[in-house]
Nanobody, 123 residues
Framework: QVQLVESGGGLVQAGGSLRLSCAAS????????MGWFRQAPGKDREFVAA????????NYATSVKGRFAISRDNAKNTVYLQMNSLKPEDTAVYYC????????????????WGQGTQVTVSS
């Protein structure tokens, strides 16, 4: 069992930065691939970024590539999402998720989810 708690969301102006954190409970965090997804009002949940359990492989949605960076610290049971050059279209609730599938961009491949943190980017 893994419990995930996101933090770091907030209101930021376009062009600004935020760093989201996702703290995990349990001793098995380091064995899970981790992903970030987001959901805007009226839209489906979409993939943002993912990282393998070793941290050796990362994957990004085209819309955030070059602006966002995912990382993890297995000693702290935490995964991060550094978001730079934010745009109004990045406004959404951001969720972290843990899973063991190699299909890291597919939300139904994850076993555990956090409650989400709101990110709002003003123009």
């Amino acid at each position: 069992q893994v419990q995930l708690v996101e933090s770091g969301g907030g209101l930021v102006q376009a062009g600004g930065s935020l760093r989201l954190s996702c703290a995990a409970s349990g001793r098995t965090f380091s064995t899970y691939n981790m992903g970030w997804f987001r959901q805007a009002p009226g839209k489906d949940r979409e993939f943002v970024a993912a990282i393998t359990w070793t941290g050796g492989i990362t994957n990004y949605a085209t819309s955030v590539k070059g602006r966002f960076a995912i990382s993890r610290d297995n000693a702290k049971n935490t995964v991060y999402l550094q978001m730079n050059s934010l745009k109004p279209e990045d406004t959404a609730v951001y969720y972290c998720a843990a899973g063991r599938s190699a299909y890291m961009s597919e939300f139904n491949r994850y076993d555990y989810w956090g409650q989400g943190t709101q990110v709002t980017v003003s123009s």
